[in-house]
């Protein structure tokens, strides 16, 4: 099984359940569990229909009952801290209401990152730089066996490789690692790209993007690398620009990038998938911290954002086509998505500011796109324990792992932290 924020995932029950710690022989035990819970909350009143499969030999699953008033305690302190009468919330910033499964507490990351990256190869999770505080980043890689269950494994990233805000695909053996932000605060970007050979840790240098980008949408489809959007040089304007090369085995098939269809709409931080004949780009925002003008370290400074739930399919006639919005605007999920039963899953980001506190908000909730029916649903509620998570890295054994907070909100500390959830939406 591959998985990144990119690459072409295969997942099948057998892989579930073999990298549920080993527990396996040829024979699945699967115990279906369907529940049908009908709920109402301030800001709409319909019914909602989930279906979880868990294994339970797997005992992380916890499935709490939404009628049971002490599941809702912690959103009510959570509330009534920001103190906001509720008519000023709309739904952006209100929870969805769906299943709220518990999440277990993993092994911590060696070191807190934010704005890093993840792809999964196998039963590894490559986790790469990213930021340890605002004044410090890091450059190496931390490796997770999900067979194990330990980190180790880690090494270092080349000197000329972007820290944060990574453009990141892999195709299950090659890691592309395509220009980024450079350095700590908000310094400014490099255009370099790199390739990692992960059966022999070693990097290779590859064409440069045209011109740099931050957090651009970057994904491997049909043999070629794209790499859409992102932030554009001054890390605040949204880049519409589209580019691809051909790629084999860790190598450029040309010399150059070749200039795409331009995205109808730019930015960074989304989910970027290839099923087949389709490439979906999702969610994402317009407009980032900029540097302080003048500030010798490139302070970062807040800038308008706007969040946004879009989703965008190109398909072999190389049209963008828009397709129904996610059910909240979701920002930062580049690496927080995987594929399971021809449905996308994301987990966590963040979405627009509180309108009245004006802090970061993070979403809670675990979207599901059909692929079939291309709907939107939530079939699941992350619980309040990752409050403070958005969801950065990703990665699947059967059940869905979420590292580090990775949020940008200064008031939110960024832990180490990792939490992992079993189980499956119908
Ligand atoms: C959920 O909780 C409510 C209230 O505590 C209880 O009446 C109901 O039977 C519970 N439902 C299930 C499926 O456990
Ligand atoms: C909710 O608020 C956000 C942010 O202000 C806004 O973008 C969105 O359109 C609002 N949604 C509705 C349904 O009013
Ligand atoms: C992952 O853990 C398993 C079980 O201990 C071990 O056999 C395997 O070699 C590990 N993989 C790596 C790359 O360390
Ligand atoms: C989330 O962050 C807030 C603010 O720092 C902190 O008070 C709270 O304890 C954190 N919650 C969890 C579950 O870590
Ligand atoms: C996969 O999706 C199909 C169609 O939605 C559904 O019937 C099936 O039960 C799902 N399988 C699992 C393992 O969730």
């Known amino acids: 099984m591959v998985r990144s924020c990119t690459g072409k995932h295969t997942f099948t029950k057998a892989t579930v359940v073999a990298a549920l710690g080993g527990l396996v022989g040829a024979v699945l035990v699967l115990d279906f569990l369907w529940a049908s819970v009908s709920s109402s909350s301030s800001s709409s009143s319909s019914t909602y229909s989930y279906t979880i499969w868990a294994n339970h030999r797997s005992r992380l699953v916890v499935i709490s009952n939404l009628t049971d008033p002490s599941q809702n305690k912690r959103a009510d302190v959570k509330e009534k801290k920001q103190r906001v009468p509720e008519g000023l919330l709309n739904y952006t910033f209100a929870d969805i209401v769906a299943p709220r499964l518990e999440w277990e507490e993993m092994a911590p990351a060696p070191v807190p990152r934010l704005d890093g990256s993840s792809v999964q190869i196998k039963n590894l999770l490559y986790v790469f730089s990213g930021y340890g505080t605002i004044d410090y980043v890091h450059s190496h890689v931390d490796v997770y066996n999900f067979t194990d269950k330990t ?6 990233t080349p000197k000329e490789m972007a820290h944060s805000h990574l453009g990141i695909t892999t195709d299950g053996r090659y890691v592309y690692v395509i220009s980024g932000q450079y350095g700590p605060q908000c310094r400014g970007p490099t255009a370099r790209a790199f390739v990692l050979d992960t059966q022999t840790k070693k990097w290779q240098s590859f064409p440069p993007l045209p011109v740099p980008r931050y957090a651009p949408a970057t994904q491997i489809w049909k043999g070629r690398l794209h790499v859409i959007g992102g932030s554009k040089e001054n890390r ?25 269809v331009s995205i109808p709409r730019g930015g960074p931080h989304r989910a970027c998938v290839a099923v087949e004949n389709q490439l979906y780009v999702i ?33 072999e006639k190389m049209k963008w086509k828009e397709l129904p919005p996610m059910p909240k605007p979701d920002s930062h999920i580049e690496c927080s998505w995987v594929l399971v039963n021809n449905s996308i899953i994301i987990v966590g980001g963040t979405t627009e500011k509180h309108p009245v506190t004006k802090r970061m908000i993070l979403v809670g909730e675990l979207f599901r796109f059909d692929l079939r029916s291309h709907k939107w649903y939530s079939d699941w509620k992350a619980s309040l324990p990752c409050e403070n998570y958005s969801g950065r890295f990703l990665g699947m054994d059967g059940c869905i792992l979420r590292l580090d907070s990775g949020t940008e909100d200064p008031i939110i500390p960024n832990q180490g932290r990792s939490l992992e959830i079993c189980g499956e939406p119908s």
């Open 151 to 156: 980190w180790g494994g880690r090494f270092d």
């Open 236 to 260: 605040h304007t949204p880049g519409k620009d589209h580019w691809s090369i051909a790629v084999k085995n860790g190598k450029a098939l040309e010399k150059k990038w070749r200039t795409e």
């Open 283 to 315: 969610g994402g925002q317009e407009g980032d911290f900029m540097p302080k003008p003048g500030s010798p370290i490139f302070k970062c400074s807040r800038r308008h954002e706007v969040v946004y739930g879009d989703v965008y399919m190109l398909d």
